[in-house]
T-cell receptor, first 112, second 114 residues
Framework: KQEVTQIPAALSVPEGENLVLNCSFT??????LQWFRQDPGKGLTSLLL?????REQTSGRLNASLDKSSGRSTLYIAASQPGDSATYLCAVTRGSQGNLIFGKGTKLSVKP | DGGITQSPKYLFRKEGQNVTLSCEQN?????MYWYRQDPGQGLRLIYY???????QKGDIAEGYSVSREKKESFPLTVTSAQKNPTAFYLC?????????????FGPGTRLLVL
């Protein structure tokens, strides 16, 4: 059974710091891995999608890596800003129909 | 302006009552999904549909029902059989390529029990 774990559960950093969020999964047979952002009481916003054949994806200050063999992904946020404060969710795709299995998220707080 | 809409934003259910959550998308996506989110928990899949008039159970389908009569609509009914319905419900959609594509999420509906 696929399980997704995110560490740490919460993180507080000063503005401007570079940071790394971690995601691990137990079964390496995935189609892709996605990182989402969720603001309080809101829906999810897709940040990055890494296909199983890829090693990393970049969007602006965000960089996500994927190591299928070790069952790990990291989300790197450069030069953090208070507006980055949110919960970040990692999800892997199970099966060909796109069903996602989510981790519990990392709640990030960036202090001015 | 393309996207996914969910209504209502808040919904209150009385004991023994069935309630229906609306999900509409104008992205021309074939696949649609319903997830449930509880505090401190990851999202869990309730039902999903790849094409009109077809849908499958997810991990926690008991006490829920869905229909997919139109491509753009995927309503979720929370029945009286669902004994712990209080949660945040999120609808998502993706294009017909299934596992290879990003899922786009609606703003969610928060269901509370009176």
């Amino acid at each position: 059974k696929q399980e997704v774990t995110q560490i740490p559960a919460a993180l507080s950093v000063p503005e401007g710091e570079n940071l790394v969020l971690n995601c691990s999964f137990t079964d390496s047979a995935i189609y892709n891995l996605q990182w989402f952002r969720q603001d309080p009481g809101k829906g999810l916003t897709s940040l990055l999608l890494i296909q199983s054949s890829q090693r990393e994806q970049t969007s602006g200050r965000l960089n996500a890596s994927l190591d299928k063999s070790s069952g790990r992904s990291t989300l790197y946020i450069a030069a953090s800003q208070p507006g980055d404060s949110a919960t970040y969710l990692c999800a892997v795709t199970r099966g060909s129909q796109g069903n996602l299995i989510f981790g519990k998220g990392t709640k990030l707080s960036v202090k001015p | 302006d393309g996207g996914i809409t969910q209504s209502p934003k808040y919904l209150f259910r009385k004991e023994g009552q069935n309630v229906t959550l609306s999900c509409e998308q104008n992205l021309n996506h074939d696949a649609m999904y319903w997830y449930r989110q509880d505090p401190g928990q990851g999202l869990r899949l309730i039902y999903y549909s790849q094409i009109v008039n077809d849908f499958q159970k997810g991990d926690i389908a008991e006490g829920y029902s869905v229909s997919r009569e139109k491509k753009e609509s995927f309503p979720l009914t929370v029945t009286s059989a669902q004994k712990n319905p209080t949660a945040f419900y999120l609808c998502a959609s993706s294009s017909g390529q299934g596992a290879r594509e990003t899922q786009y999420f609606g703003p969610g509906t928060r269901l509370l029990v009176l």
